[in-house]
């Protein structure tokens, strides 16, 4: 197969989304299929070897979000070369722009979303305004041209896909889920006690950054909080830094930098709001370190008992309280690091994964 796969982010400027892609990408050319890449066009775009084209834009909505004019000119050369267009994002209005020139007729080849993120409602007093507003703009203007004119929706969590069909009347017979995947034997293993509770992700209110504060009470003072990631609430860390003393705020790292972290930690924490499918909690069961998130998206798939906690959203005193259990009985903790291990070894494996992306593909082309 000839595919078009469209990622609005990339590297250096995402993280978790520009993984995933291209770890699709190389599974899917190493399977003998090509693959072009269409990105926003940024400084310093690093294509990873692979066929990369950038394609200008406006503006970046909300900091994230590239816009840009008669899209379909900018594309079009590459609609015509490929068998199936493929969407690879969140609700991002590029991506939305492309989905509706498939229900306008004007692309006649499939379009495939493979869809990365949530649609939780992000109505809790925790959340900015400008969050809420900006989840009532998504919802309204992009997610029904998404679910709705493109020929296929791949998502990684079961739960958002009920909700697609629920909230926005996508057939189900046009909907799959498919894990998220990793290569499982190049993650570190967990291998002894750094007295570490971890955290990966982008300083943002849908993370819980709101909750650091708890966290860090329930931690103790001779065990550090590792926060990887930056983002427009780091003033907000740094003002928590003055009264504890045991945050380690590293910031922004190379993939290869943040799993020897993980590897090194005892916990992985995310007290977010919102997600699809967690890249970082599926990283932690990989390298043997249990998780404690809040069960939102497909959390409830990612881990399973005895491999972590998924807690009832957003009980802060319960996920307090899960946290310190595994801070003290470092027994509980290394039994379900070798649990999480094993889980993502059998499902989460790009040797497990990878069959059934293939599968949905060929049979849309088809």
């Known amino acids: 197969m000839k595919i078009l796969m469209v990622c609005p982010d990339w590297f250096p400027n995402s993280a978790g989304l520009a993984q995933s892609c291209y770890d699709t990408c190389k599974q899917l050319i190493n399977n003998g299929h090509?693959?072009?890449?269409?990105?926003?066009?940024?400084?310093?775009?690093?294509?990873?070897?692979?066929?990369?084209?950038?394609?200008?834009?406006?503006?970046?909505?909300?900091?994230?979000?590239p816009f840009t004019f008669k899209i379909f000119d900018k594309i079009k050369t590459d609609v015509?070369?490929?068998d199936v267009v493929c969407l690879f994002s969140y609700m991002y209005i590029m991506n939305s722009q492309i989905a509706k020139l498939r229900c306008k007729g004007l692309i006649k080849k499939p379009v495939v979303h493979f869809y990365r993120g949530s649609l939780e409602s992000n109505f809790l007093k925790h959340v900015s305004l400008f969050t809420k507003l900006s989840k009532m703009a998504y919802d309204k203007f992009l997610a029904k041209p998404m679910f709705n004119c493109v020929d296929r929706v791949i998502s990684n969590s079961g739960?958002?896909?009920?909700?697609?069909?629920?909230?926005?009347?996508?057939?189900?017979?046009?909907?799959?889920?498919?894990?998220?995947?990793?290569?499982?034997?190049?993650?570190?293993?967990?291998?002894?006690?750094?007295?570490?509770?971890?955290?990966?992700?982008?300083?943002?209110?849908?993370k819980g950054v709101c909750f650091f504060e708890k966290i860090l009470e329930s931690i103790p003072s001779d065990w550090k909080f590792t926060i990887i990631g930056g983002g427009p609430l780091k003033k907000k860390v740094l003002k928590l830094k003055q009264r504890f003393n045991n945050i380690e705020l590293i910031g922004k790292v190379p993939h290869k930098e943040c799993l020897r972290i993980i590897s090194e930690s005892d916990i992985n924490v995310l007290p977010t709001f919102a997600e699809g499918s967690p890249r970082s909690v599926m990283e932690?069961?990989?390298?043997?370190?249990?998780?404690?998130?809040?069960?939102?998206?497909?959390?409830?798939?990612?881990?399973?008992?005895?491999?972590?906690?998924?807690?009832?959203?957003?009980?802060?005193?319960?996920?307090?309280?899960?946290?310190?259990?595994?801070?003290?009985?470092?027994?509980?903790?290394?039994?379900?690091?070798?649990?999480?291990?094993?889980?993502?070894?059998?499902?989460?494996?790009?040797?497990?994964?990878?069959?059934?992306?293939?599968?949905?593909?060929?049979?849309?082309?088809?």
């Open 34 to 65: 090509e693959v072009k890449i269409i990105v926003a066009k940024d400084k310093q775009i690093d294509s990873k070897g692979l066929d990369v084209k950038e394609i200008p834009f406006l503006t970046r909505l909300g900091g994230r979000n």
């Open 80 to 82: 015509e070369w490929c």
């Open 159 to 206: 739960p958002t896909l009920a909700l697609m069909e629920e909230k926005f009347g996508a057939e189900e017979s046009r909907l799959s889920y498919v894990k998220n995947a990793l290569y499982v034997k190049n993650y570190p293993l967990w291998s002894e006690e750094n007295k570490r509770v971890v955290f990966i992700g982008r300083l943002v209110d849908n």
């Open 284 to 366: 932690a069961s990989a390298c043997g370190v249990p998780s404690v998130c809040f069960a939102v998206g497909d959390v409830i798939n990612t881990i399973p008992k005895n491999c972590g906690y998924a807690i009832t959203p957003y009980n802060i005193e319960n996920f307090c309280s899960k946290l310190r259990t595994l801070i003290e009985d470092k027994e509980l903790r290394e039994r379900m690091g070798r649990n999480s291990r094993q889980f993502v070894e059998e499902h989460m494996d790009w040797s497990v994964v990878y069959p059934q992306i293939e599968e949905i593909l060929k049979k849309v082309v088809e």
